[in-house]
């Protein structure tokens, strides 16, 4: 038999109950999934670097240019999974040109492009500023031009440039948080916003999604400093890893609330799509939402964070715990994106039935495929971390 | 103003300039004429030839056959629907055959088992196992089913 009615009749055994033909098949797979993954690490490494900027908790310091690398590296990378799902790459840049104002998806390219250039970059910039002036005349070979175009001709290391420099970076964080959670509220706000979807349509959307960003960046940075003390064989600044421990801790308290409102809210709300949706819960998203999602993903985390915080074990024990609690969390967070984009999506809208989803392993819309675009994201932090080390900066005031 | 505040003004400037110079460049000239689509776009759609004939065509040699369609229950099937488009075949009818379909696959995307697909509306049968050795049209005529 054609292969193509093979596969409808595989499909077909993996439909429960009553759907309408347009639901069989996912149009929204682990590319959609990542979109707001990547978004939520890039806003959430971001906060935690303006909490040391802004908010003067001097022991993150350590970790404020791990966290502004990490968030732009990310940044980078956070629309590739849309472009690539899309399947044309060439018409990705007409959102910009003719840009339609009545539509939410269509606005992201400029959030995002004010969220890149206006504060990501200039707050690196500012913050590097002497560093890049510095390194420009002690390098040599491409490294030296690199600097030098990076400084953009300005070669003023005066106290008082240096003075505006904090000043310009300082103003630009400001600015930088109200526009981290409108970059990721932004992103909630997209699937908050399809009333059509009972699993997503809830103005909680935004909300959630912004916690959750906070809980998977934070955690996200709390890896990598771990690993790259490790690699550098350094010593780890435990005070700066405990106190990330600690808003790590409250923000998942704030997150699971919101999550847990959200749930008891629908729960007892019970309106019409609420049989369909336990039955989802219960069903379908059972793995992914009740162990990955809530007990792998929260609880565990939530346990051995709030035990960290009133019974502190050795370094070495409590280094550990922090690295397999993130692992944890960030896993946890990937599959809460999982449960809102596929989970959003395998139930009809006749609230009568359900689809199925397997992932592929190959294809443009494959684990491979998702997996390149969680790895080139490290790749890339990696080359701005030999580019512009951290750790060969010469202190900042603040 | 600090000397590199300066640059960057001035960068942001050839930025944004280039930006709007871009959007100038690239949005088509009759872009927003109607609404947010190219407006030539209409006249450039409707330029395209038409390859669909319609029923009322086919008719007129193959009346015979259409008849007999209409009898049946595809009578609300168009020709072409199972035959594909036909603008060529009826200028060079000897040299441009129309498709003639005779495979099981061609008739099970209609009437394949589908818990999405209505039963009264379409009957249904189940490919796999319905005389898998025997194309359909053996025994169903495809114009009166």
């Known amino acids: ?398 | 103003m600090p000397s590199q505040l300066k640059r960057l003004l001035v960068l942001g400037v050839i930025i944004i300039s280039l930006f709007l110079l871009l959007k100038h460049l690239a949005t088509p000239v009759s872009f927003g004429q109607y609404g947010h689509y190219r407006g030539n776009s209409l006249n450039e759609i409707a330029a395209l030839p038409v390859k669909y004939v319609g029923s009322k065509t086919c008719v007129k040699c193959h009346d015979s056959i259409v008849a007999l369609k209409l009898e049946g229950l595809h009578s609300d099937i168009q020709c072409e629907n199972c035959h594909g488009p036909a603008y060529l075949h009826i200028k060079t009818p000897k040299k441009d055959k129309l498709f003639r379909p005779d495979s099981r696959e061609f008739c099970a995307k209609c009437h394949s088992f589908n818990k999405a697909r209505p039963e009264k509306a379409v009957t249904q049968q189940d490919i796999k196992n319905h005389h898998p050795e025997k194309k359909c049209i053996t025994c169903h005529n495809p114009h009166q089913p």
């Open chain 1, 1 to 398: 038999m054609n292969p193509q009615y093979d596969q409808l009749y595989q499909a077909l055994t993996k439909v429960v109950g009553y759907i309408y033909p347009n639901e069989i098949e996912l149009n929204w797979s682990i590319l959609i999934v990542l979109y707001p993954y990547i978004t939520g690490l890039v806003a959430g490494a971001f906060i935690l670097a303006s909490l040391e900027r802004v908010f003067n908790v001097n022991a993150l310091k350590p970790t404020y240019v791990i966290a502004l690398l990490t968030s732009f590296a990310f940044l980078l990378v956070a629309t590739m999974p849309l472009i690539f799902h899309l399947g044309q790459p060439f018409r990705a840049w007409e959102i910009m040109i003719t840009p339609h104002l009545t539509s939410a998806m269509a606005i992201f390219g400029f959030v995002y492009i004010w969220y890149l250039m206006v504060v990501l970059v200039l707050e690196i910039w500012f913050d590097y500023r002497r560093d890049l002036v510095i390194w420009s005349n002690e390098s040599k070979g491409v490294k030296k031009w690199l600097y030098k175009i990076l400084t953009l001709g300005v070669y003023d290391i005066s106290p008082e440039a240096v003075k505006w420099d904090e000043k310009l970076g300082y103003i630009v964080t400001v600015i930088g948080i109200p526009s981290a959670f409108l970059l990721h509220g932004y992103v909630g706000f997209i699937f908050g916003s399809i009333k059509a979807n009972p699993w997503w349509s809830t103005v909680m959307m935004p909300i959630i999604f912004l916690f959750s960003a906070m809980v998977s960046g934070i955690a996200l940075v709390m890896v990598i400093y771990i690993v790259i003390n490790y690699i550098r064989k350094q010593k780890i600044d435990m005070l700066c890893l405990d106190t990330i421990a600690k808003y790590l801790f409250y923000i998942i308290i704030i997150d699971f609330t919101m999550e847990s409102l959200d749930q008891i809210h629908r729960f007892y709300e019970a309106g019409e799509s609420f049989e369909i949706i336990s039955l989802l819960m219960s069903g379908k998203l059972f793995f992914t939402l009740l162990i990955m999602q809530i007990f792998i993903g929260m609880l565990i985390p939530l346990l051995a964070l709030g035990f960290l915080q009133f019974y502190k074990p050795n370094e070495k024990l409590r280094r550990m715990i922090y690295l397999v609690t993130g692992i944890l969390v960030l896993i946890g967070i990937f599959f809460m994106r999982w449960n809102v984009v596929i989970g959003g999506q395998l139930f009809s809208k006749s609230f009568l039935g359900f689809t199925s989803f397997k992932l592929s392993l190959i294809g443009t819309e494959g684990f491979l495929m998702a997996s390149i675009w969680l790895v080139v994201p490290f790749l890339i932090l990696a080359a701005l971390l030999w580019l512009f080390p951290p750790w060969k900066k010469s202190p900042s005031e603040h």
